[in-house]
Structure formats: C-alpha cells, structure tokens
C-alpha cells in the first residue's frame, strides 16, 4: 500500500496520479484496506460489492465486473491498490466532465466548496505520466 512504499515508490504513484493528492491517495488507501476482506491486498467482486452496499449504491454484478476488467491490467480479476487507483482516476475524471458541462454554478446552493470544486474543474489537467506502468507492490 502507499503508506509502506518506499519513499521513490510513493514519488511513482504521485508521478502517474497528479490529478490525485497524497492525501486523497492516503483517504483512498484507507477505504481499499477497509473493504479488501480477506487481506490479500485486492479488492476483488465480493468485495466492491460488500463496498457499494456500505455506501448505499449498490451494483449489480455485470457492472462490478465491468469495473475491475476496465482497471484490471494484469488480467487476475480483481484490483490492487494502483488498479484501484485507477478507478478513482475516472470517477474524478467523470466527475470534471459533469462540471465542465455546467454553465454556471449557485454558489448559494453548492457552497464556497462546491464553487471552488466548479472552478478548478475548469482549469486544464497537468500532463498525465503514461498510464500502463506495471510496477507491483
């Protein structure tokens, strides 16, 4: 996981993910261990969908499996943490694209936080390290 990556391992990740904070990575490397329920350091069906019960939007089955194959680079059927990773590098990319597509935002309904989220979703990406490193930790 990225706490016990080596200091030139964790510069990796941030590297390839720079849309994604240390913190948010150390936020994600909690609910990855929260919900790898066996231990083995993969998020695998049972346990995404153990994952979106908890957080009340559950999946179907057929679109679990769609998840994991979308990120699975190595083909085994389940997640690591920088496959999981790459899950979130979506949501948050889906997620700029909703706001990109708004042409305004309330700032009285969503917030200085939800105006600021709006705003930096406006600003251009920093370039993007080449996705399909296959480093394993």
């Not at 904070?21 to 049972?46: A, Q």
């Not at 979106?52 to 997640?79: C, F, N, Q, Y």
Request: proline share 5%; hydrophobic share 35%.
């Amino acid at each position: 996981m990225f706490s016990n990556l080596s200091l030139k391992e964790r510069q990796y990740i941030l590297k390839e993910f720079p849309e994604l904070s240390p913190n948010l990575i150390k936020r994600y490397e909690k609910t990855f261990t929260r919900y790898d329920t066996d231990n083995d350091g993969y998020l695998d069906v049972e346990d995404l969908k153990g994952m979106m019960m908890v957080r009340g939007v559950p999946w179907t089955h057929s679109a679990i499996v769609r998840l994991i194959k979308d990120a699975d680079e190595d083909g085994d059927g389940k997640l690591s943490f920088r496959e999981f990773l790459i899950t979130q590098r979506k949501n948050v990319e889906w997620a700029r694209r909703v706001l990109c597509a708004l042409p305004e935002i309330d700032v009285g309904r969503v917030g200085v936080k939800g105006a600021k989220k709006y705003f930096e979703a406006k600003q251009p990406l920093p370039p993007q390290a080449n996705h399909k490193h296959n480093m394993s930790y």
